[in-house]
């Protein structure tokens, strides 16, 4: 007999630094890219350097990239804006 109930399954980015800087350095990621990621980290448990982070995006784009990618990223669009 199958599961009764409507349990929740939790997914979590793990590794989230490093899957962050490896995103921003691959060229053809976007930044729409960038802000998913992001915004799984944010939801994460695991801590994230996001000093580091944050610095990798304003070397790679800018400072009002990095604004851009956190709005995406705190407001969920950036998944929206896939669909």
Not at 1 to 29: N, P, Y
Not at 31 to 36: E, F, V
Request: with cysteine.
């Amino acid at each position: 007999m199958g599961r009764k109930g409507g349990g929740v399954m939790k997914m979590e980015l793990c590794c989230t630094t490093s899957t962050l800087l490896q995103d921003i350095a691959i060229k053809e990621f976007k930044k729409i890219h960038i802000a998913q990621t992001y915004a799984l980290a944010l939801r994460s448990s695991e801590g994230t350097d996001w000093a580091k982070v944050n610095k990798a995006i304003i070397e790679r784009w800018s400072r009002s990239a990095l604004e851009d990618i956190k709005k995406m990223a705190h407001s969920g669009k950036c998944f929206k804006e896939m669909i």
